[in-house]
């Protein structure tokens, strides 16, 4: 069973940077692709972007594509993701999610298995 842990989130400036961090315990965590979601208040839970398991060709939501990098760190079970140029309509709760192993990256939330307890994000303008 894997465990999810998010860390990072905070209040920042318009323009600002952050970088939010997932960790992992409990299971085989290189070996399964890795998601960023985010939801808003009122909002649905959405896609932000995906690091497969073997860290090829990273996916993005496209308005995220420009502004924000995933990456991961297999020896210390952990995934990052970096967000510069913070925009207020970036404001949620960010949530990293795991998927079953050895298989790609997905949009939809319910395709993922595992998920962390999320970190709230505020951008101020």
Not at 26 to 40: E, H, I, L, M, N
Not at 68 to 92: C, G, H, W
Request: include cysteine; proline fraction near 3%; hydrophobic fraction near 35%.
């Amino acid at each position: 069973q894997v465990q999810l842990a998010e860390s990072g989130g905070g209040l920042v400036q318009a323009g600002g940077s952050l970088r939010l961090s997932c960790a992992a315990s409990g299971g085989t965590f290189s070996s399964r692709s890795v998601a960023w979601f985010r939801q808003a208040p009122g909002k649905q839970r959405e896609f932000v972007a995906c690091i497969p398991w073997n860290s090829e060709s990273p996916t993005y939501a496209a308005a995220e594509k420009a502004r924000f990098t995933i990456s991961r760190d297999s020896a210390l079970n952990m995934v990052y993701l970096q967000m510069n140029s913070l925009k207020p309509e970036d404001a949620a709760v960010y949530y990293c999610a795991a998927r079953r192993r050895y298989s790609g990256c997905y949009y939809s939330d319910n395709d993922y298995n595992y998920w962390g307890q999320g970190t709230q994000v505020t951008v101020s303008s």
